[in-house]
């Protein structure tokens, strides 16, 4: 059974840069797929941010793409998200699922999501 | 256009059926996923492709398309079906651009 689960820091403050891993077990991310991030601002709906390839290559969501750096990890099952000088607009729930897509697009499963709140 | 549109919120009976649409340019080329979400939970995917549930999802959910619209149609609702439902697809420029909709809130009556 494949398991995601986020972490990092759960407050940042304006202007610094924004950073979480997702940890994958049950299966191994060098075998395929695609990894993506998305977020859930407070009581709003739900925004990609972007996704990587299991061989490292990267989409990011046009309207975040200046700020925003994924990055996969292999030998550690894991994949990483940075998005820089974040305001209090980037409050939000932040998830990493696994994404199929080709003709159709699709994320699962998905972690549990981390709240990061943007505040001084 | 990289946008996909859902009604904010719909209603329903206990135990009638309801439709769940999702518009936008992308579904004529691509086919929408649906994920339900409840309140303080993540995402869970309901339907992917052209009509596929994943493993433990109930057959009272079921998925269709044409033209521009998607619909995830919900036969039988349950209570505990209440919970926001969205649409997600590839952006149709081409580009590798993913999008969601703006989520519907079901509210089983």
Known sequence: QVQLQESGPGL????????????????????????GWIRQPPGKGLEWIGSIYHSGSTYYNPSLKSRVTISVDTSKNQFSLKLSSVTAADTAVYYCARQTTNQ??????????????VSS | ???????????????????????????????????????GQAPVLVIYGKNNRPS????????????NTASLTITGAQAEDEADYYCNSRDSSGNFVVVFGGGTKLTVL
């Open chain 2, 56 to 67: 433990g999802i109930p057959d009272r959910f079921s998925g269709s398309s044409s033209g």
């Open chain 1, 104 to 117: 159709q697009n699709w994320f699962d499963p998905w972690g549990q999501g981390t709240l990061v709140t």
């Open chain 1, 12 to 35: 940042v403050k304006p202007s610094e840069t924004l950073s979480l891993t997702c940890a994958v077990s049950g299966y191994s991310i060098s075998s395929g797929y695609y990894w």
């Open chain 2, 1 to 39: 256009s990289s946008e996909l549109t859902q009604d904010p919120a719909v209603s329903v009976a206990l135990g009638q059926t309801v439709r769940i649409t999702c518009q936008g340019d992308s579904l004529r080329s691509y086919y929408a996923s649906w994920y339900q979400q409840k309140p």
